[in-house]
């Protein structure tokens, strides 16, 4: 028989977190699965700055602080992929595949999948990923000291791996597309004060070729010569569960469907805002589950 739960929660990053701490301390019956690695996107961030309380401390850190407490109040996230939902008469139907194919049923659901790396589709790009090439730095071996890395972008997210590339002693150079950089004064500086960043503009990697074991980036005006290579050129939602439901319902808004957290949330892509999401769809679940049960002592 398919297990039948209140609430399947996709997602560890901080918006699956805090929904799943809220509805522990409700009561509430509910699984978190999580494909990657609990934390999610949090892990790449170098220095947090901007929530309240943590001024300036390193993304991973703040992970250490989310799983003590999801230790502490007793929730395990699993380790799956969840692979496709659909509405039955529980609810939803939730489909997990990793590490064996599974079924549950759940009475609501909470969608918080994040985002995913726009990729870079140039020659040599697809032989090289995984190995020389990455998108997030939590992806990168461990030990980059003295490595030569480049780092692919000009917003906030390719300033802020350069300096954490710089702080775990790799020398790193920026190539940017334009001349204006899209990321904070704040860290557009920091890394110009940094010795160990170069900054390159107007520079617009055309292919990857790899010489003698090294890493060679063509640009039209300059080549590049890298161990490793970051490339943080933007994401997007990753909702690939969320599409396929509304489409096939028709609704924009499925009762017992909850989204949170990046994967909604357009440019406004920050932890604060997963994290108030995360309760949100909390809050919302507990109301909605109320009002179904208030409704079947209305029937009886
Ligand atoms: C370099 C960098 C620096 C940053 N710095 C800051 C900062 O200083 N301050 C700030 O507020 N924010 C910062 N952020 C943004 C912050 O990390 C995100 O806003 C936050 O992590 C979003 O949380 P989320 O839970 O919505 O999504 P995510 O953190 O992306 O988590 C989503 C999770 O869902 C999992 N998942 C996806 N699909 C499935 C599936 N089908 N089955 C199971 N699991 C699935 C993913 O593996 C992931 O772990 C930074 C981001 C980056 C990249």
Known sequence: MTESLDTIIVGAGPAGISAAVFLKRAGIKFKIFERKRTGGLLHNAHLVENYPGFDGLPGKKLVEEMEGQLARWDIEVEMAEVTDIER??????????????????????????????????LDGSDIIEGKHLFYEIADLPDNISGKEVVVIGGGDAAFDYALNLSEKGASVRIAMRSDKPRCLPLLYERAENDPSIQIYQDCNPASFEMHGGRLVIKCPHMQIKADIVLVAI????????????????????LPGLYIAGDVQQGSYRQMGIAVGDGIKAAMGIMKFLESISDNQEDII
């Open 234 to 253: 933007g994401r997007r939602p990753s909702d690939e569960l969320i599409v396929p439901l509304q489409r096939d319902t028709g609704a924009n808004a």
């Open 88 to 121: 039955n008469d529980v609810g939803f139907r939730v489909r997990l595949e990793d590490p064996e194919p599974k079924e549950l049923d759940a009475r609501t659901v909470i969608i918080a999948t994040g985002t995913i790396p726009l990729k870079l589709d």
